[in-house]
């Protein structure tokens, strides 16, 4: 069964620079979660989209923003990086709708140097 | 401010043996509780969960039981295998209040030793 796809699995960038990560949800689910994992921490929620809408927002800085597409896939992008945005970004989806499960992709694990 | 605990960061339990995973939550208006599996380099796997309106789900090898008025939640696995050994994150939400996007625990490495 298809997956949540996340690209790149790996960026490296220099403090200040700008970073863009991609989500592809599994096929017909409609909501997208972004979460940030520091190192020897929890999943942090950032934010979600459904149905191309921003649904929830969490704790996600001002220097980042995020968006999700006709296609239903969602761009994470990061401006103005600092060392401590070093983490996993996982990206998850699922079906609107309560207690329906979120389905984590791989993740992408940001390093800034 | 830590919503979801658990407050043991480490287990081991010898193969066969029950593995009980515990995890402790603060927020009264979450109605919906899973868990999560997560090897090294990969995401987290969703392996069961259970709703406010039930105290018990039961999945193979796997049971949730969920006590609301100790705000306690707890995952046992029987019997143990050695491909059980992973993190296990337990998560909760409140959809019923709109919330969907998960509040995570701080995991639990589970080690079933052969």
């Known amino acids: 069964a298809a997956g949540v796809i996340q690209s790149p699995r790996h960026l490296i960038k220099e403090k200040r620079e700008t970073a863009t990560l991609k989500c592809y949800p599994i096929?017909?689910?409609?909501?997208v979660y972004w979460y940030q994992q520091g190192p020897g921490q929890d999943p942090q929620f950032l934010i979600s989209?459904?149905?191309?809408?921003?649904?929830d927002k969490g704790s996600i800085p001002d220097r980042f923003s995020a968006q999700q597409f006709s296609d239903y896939h969602s761009e994470l992008n990061m401006s103005s990086l600092e060392l401590g945005d070093s983490a996993l970004y996982f990206c998850a989806s699922s079906l609107a709708g309560w207690g329906n499960e979120q389905f984590f992709g791989p993740g992408t694990r940001l390093t800034v140097l | 401010d830590q919503q979801v605990k658990q407050n043991s960061p480490s287990l081991s339990v010898q193969e066969g043996r029950i593995s009980i995973l515990n995890c402790d939550y603060t927020n009264s208006m979450f109605d919906y509780f899973l868990w999560y599996k997560k090897y090294p380099a990969e995401g987290p796997t969703f392996l069961i969960s259970i709703s406010s309106i039930k105290d018990k789900n039961e999945d193979g090898r796997f049971t949730v039981f969920l006590n609301k008025s100790a705000k306690h939640l707890s995952l046992h696995i029987v019997p143990s295998q050695p491909g059980d050994s992973a993190v296990y994150f337990c998560a909760a939400s409140a959809p019923m209040a709109g919330a969907n996007n998960l509040f995570f625990g701080t995991g639990t490495r589970l080690t079933v030793i052969p």
């Open positions: 989209f459904y149905e191309k809408m921003q649904s």
């Open positions: 096929p017909r689910h409609d909501t």
